[in-house]
C-alpha cells in the first residue's frame, strides 16, 4: 500500500501535468472507513482519476469475494470521490481501470475550458 501511495507521488512529483490515476476492487473485505482513507491518502498523493469496481473471483485458485456491493454503495463512491476533488470518478460494479478513458479525457477538457471561459467573464 505504501509503496503504492509513494509511486503516484513520486509520479506527480514528476510530472505534474500528468494526470495519476489509481483503481479499487471492493468486495474483498475492506471497511467503507477503510475506503474513504485510502480516497483521503490517494488525494494527499495528488491523484486525479479513481475508479471502482466489483472484485470479480477469475478462477478457484484466486481470493473469494466476501461482499457484493450493491449500486448504492457504488453511488455513494461516486459522490465522496467528486466531493474529495477527484477530477474524475467512475464507480460501479463493472468499472475497470481503462473505464472510459477517452470519455474522461474529452469529459476534463471540456470541463477545464468551460471552467476557464466562466472564470474570464
Known sequence: YKQSLTTLEAAKSHAPQVVTKTSLMLGVGESHEEIRQTMRDLRNCGVEVITFGQYLRPSKR???VEHWVPPHEFETWQREGEQMG???V???PLVRSSYKAGEFYLSSLLKE???AMLQAS
Open 113 to 115: 475550458r468551460k471552467k
Open 86 to 88: 477527484f477530477r474524475y
Open 62 to 64: 484466486h481470493l473469494k
Open 90 to 92: 467512475a464507480s460501479g
